[in-house]
C-alpha cells in the first residue's frame, strides 16, 4: 500500500467542528469548576502524542505474542485462507501472508453516517515479525482528524487486505467519506476486504441467537470481557460528554471495547480459517456447525466435500427441521455430482415424511430418466393429495400447486398417446 502525501483543503477552527458534532460549549463558556475537572487522555492510559505533518495525534499501543490466546484461539493464523477468499470474491486475500492483514474497528460519534459522523477512534491490529501490533488512534478534538488519518494510512502501508466486522456497510464507507472530506483519495480503496460478519451470519445463524462479535466473542471464541468494557450504545455520548468536560477518565472503557473488537477479529478470522478447511478435524462440535459449512460449500461449488460434510452433520444428530433441510440440500448434491442412487434414496426418505419436494422429484425422475409416466403421475397425484390435506399451508398450495396440475396434465396427455391403439 503506497502512502500519499496531499494538501489539504482549510479545516474548519475547533468551535466550528464542536457545533458540527453538536456541542454547543465553547472554553471560554465553561464554567471554572468544570474547566478544572479536566483530565488529559494523556494522564489516563499509556500512550503517546505523535507528529504527523498535519499536528499531533494521540496514540494507545499494545503487543500480544502471536501465541497469544483470546479465548481460547491464538491470533496468528495457522490454517490456510483458500474458503475464506473464494467466499469473499477476492483470492488476492489467500496469497497474503499474515503480515498484510489488518484488523479494523471504528468508535464513531453516531451509527447514521455521512459527513457528520466521525470516527473518532479508529482500532487497527496487525501481524509483525515478533507479536500482534494494536493501535488506537484517538481525536482529543475533531481539530486532529487530518493527524489521525495521517498516521492511520501510514500504520495500515504495509496490509493488502482489512479485516472487519460489518466493515462493508459501516466502518469503510465512513473512512472514505471522512478522507474525501479531508481532500485525500482513500488508501483502502484497492484493498482486499474480509468482512466477518457476512461469513458469521452463514455459520452460526440456525444455531445462536445473535451474530454481534461480542455475543461470538463470548460464545465462540469462550472469551468473557471484564467489567472495565463500555457497551457500544453508551460510547457517542461518552465521547461528547468528553469533548465538554475534558475529563478522559470515561475513555478507559471505550479504548478496552474497541481493543477487545480487535483481538476478537484476529481470533475469529483464525478459528474460522481452521473450520473452514478441515471442519472433519473433530475441532467442530455441533451439528449445525457442520451443516453450514457443508451450505457454505455447496453454494461455492464444492460438490465433494459438501456431500462428505453434510452426511457427518447427519450422523450427528440435527433438530428436525434442519434435518429436513439437510437431507434436502445433500439429495441436490447427489443430483448435481449424477449420483441419483443416492440421491433417490433420500428422496423416497424425504417423501415418507411427506416433503412435497420430494414427490416432485421423483415424479420428474420417472418421467424423464425412466420414460414411465404412470409412476411419475403417482408421485405428482400423491404431492397433491397432501395439499388437500387439512394442515397444508397457503404458502405450499401457493408454490405448490399450479406447477404440479400442470405436471399431471402433461403426464395424462403422455400417457394417453402412449396407450396402445385397439
Not at 482549510?10 to 469548576?33: C, F, I, W, Y
Not at 451509527?111 to 493501535?135: N, P, Q
Not at 482489512?162 to 485525500?184: C, M
Amino acid at each position: 500500500m503506497k502512502q500519499f502525501r496531499y494538501n489539504l483543503i482549510p479545516m474548519p477552527n475547533l468551535s466550528d467542528r464542536l457545533r458540527a458534532l453538536g456541542v454547543h460549549l465553547g472554553a471560554e463558556q465553561k464554567p471554572q469548576t468544570e474547566m478544572s475537572r479536566r483530565v488529559p487522555v494523556e494522564s489516563v492510559l499509556e500512550g503517546e502524542l505523535k507528529t504527523t505533518p498535519h499536528g499531533e495525534i494521540f496514540v494507545a499501543e499494545a503487543h500480544y505474542p502471536h501465541s497469544y490466546l483470546h479465548g481460547n484461539t491464538p491470533l496468528n493464523f495457522s490454517a490456510p485462507l483458500d474458503l475464506i477468499s473464494v467466499w469473499a470474491g477476492d483470492e488476492r486475500m489467500a496469497s497474503h501472508t499474515p503480515d498484510q492483514f489488518a484488523f479494523i474497528d471504528t468508535e464513531t460519534t453516531g451509527l447514521a453516517g455521512g459527513s457528520g459522523t466521525y470516527a473518532f477512534m479508529i482500532g487497527v491490529g496487525r501481524f509483525e515479525e515478533e507479536d500482534f501490533h494494536l493501535a488506537q488512534f484517538f481525536m482529543r478534538d475533531p481539530g486532529e482528524e487530518p493527524a489521525l488519518l495521517h498516521a492511520l494510512e501510514h500504520f495500515l502501508a504495509p496490509c493488502e487486505t482489512i479485516v472487519s466486522f460489518n466493515g462493508k456497510s459501516y466502518d469503510l464507507p465512513l473512512l472514505q467519506a471522512r478522507y474525501i472530506t479531508n481532500s485525500w483519495p482513500f488508501p483502502l480503496q484497492q484493498t482486499a476486504h474480509l468482512d466477518l460478519l457476512h461469513l458469521a451470519r452463514r455459520l452460526w445463524r440456525q444455531r445462536l441467537p445473535s451474530r454481534a462479535l461480542g455475543y461470538l466473542e463470548e460464545h465462540i471464541l469462550e472469551q468473557t470481557r471484564t467489567e472495565e468494557d463500555t457497551p457500544g450504545w453508551m460510547i457517542p455520548q461518552m465521547y461528547f460528554d468528553y469533548l465538554k468536560s475534558g475529563d478522559a477518565r470515561p475513555m478507559k472503557g471505550i479504548f478496552y471495547h474497541n481493543a477487545m473488537d480487535i483481538l476478537s477479529l484476529a481470533a475469529l478470522t483464525n478459528h474460522i480459517a481452521h473450520l473452514l478447511a478441515d471442519p472433519l478435524d473433530g475441532r467442530v462440535s455441533h451439528a449445525l456447525d457442520l451443516a453450514a459449512i457443508g451450505k457454505l460449500n455447496e453454494d461455492l461449488g464444492y460438490l465433494d466435500k459438501a456431500a462428505l460434510i453434510l452426511e457427518h452433520s447427519l450422523e450427528e444428530g440435527l433438530p428436525p427441521q434442519a434435518h429436513q433441510e439437510v437431507v434436502r440440500r445433500l439429495s441436490f448434491v447427489h443430483k448435481r455430482r449424477g449420483e441419483m442412487p443416492l440421491a433417490l434414496s433420500l428422496w423416497w426418505q424425504a417423501a415418507a415424511e411427506r416433503q412435497i419436494y420430494a414427490h416432485e422429484e421423483l415424479a420428474k425422475y420417472y418421467e424423464h430418466s425412466e420414460k414411465n409416466y404412470p409412476e411419475a403421475l403417482r408421485w405428482t397425484k400423491a404431492a397433491l393429495a397432501l395439499l388437500n390435506l387439512p394442515g397444508a399451508s397457503f404458502a405450499d398450495k401457493l408454490h405448490w400447486q399450479a406447477p404440479l396440475e400442470h405436471r399431471q396434465h402433461r403426464l395424462l396427455d403422455k400417457i394417453a398417446r402412449h396407450e396402445p391403439q385397439e
